[in-house]
């Protein structure tokens, strides 16, 4: 098992950056995939991006691709979402979440989920 915490939410104009980051404790493989996903109130969980820990690949949801960047540092065990461009869509909690097996879209194949943190992007 894996403990996730989130941090670095805020509230910010449309337009503007935030960085959230991820740490994670416990051991995380390199055959290990991680999430960012984010809730809206009154709308499903929904997959923003992930990263396989070892080899560092990227992957995106087309709502956030250009605008979004998702990266690790596996000596401080930390993931991390840079967030861009932001809009007033964008705003939700974020959630980083571990995958139970390999690369998903689908909050059912994560697990070790973190408390979330909100954004919130004012127009």
């Known amino acids: 098992q894996v403990r996730l915490a989130e941090s670095g939410g805020g509230l910010v104009q449309a337009g503007g950056s935030l960085r959230l980051s991820c740490a994670a404790s416990?051991?995380?493989?390199?055959?290990?995939?991680m999430g960012w996903f984010r809730q809206a109130p009154g709308r499903e969980r929904e997959w923003v991006s992930a990263?396989?820990?070892?080899?560092?690949?990227?992957y995106y949801a087309d709502s956030v691709k250009g605008r979004f960047t998702i990266s690790r540092d596996s000596s401080k065990n930390m993931v991390y979402l840079q967030m861009n461009s932001l809009k007033a869509d964008d705003t939700a909690v974020y959630y980083c979440?571990?995958?139970?097996?390999?690369?998903?879209?689908?909050?059912?194949?994560?697990?070790?989920w973190g408390q979330g943190t909100q954004v919130t992007a004012s127009s």
């Open positions: 990263i396989r820990w070892g080899v560092g690949n990227t």
């Open positions: 979440a571990r995958a139970r097996r390999g690369l998903s879209s689908r909050a059912a194949e994560y697990e070790d």
């Open positions: 416990g051991r995380i493989f390199s055959s290990h995939v």
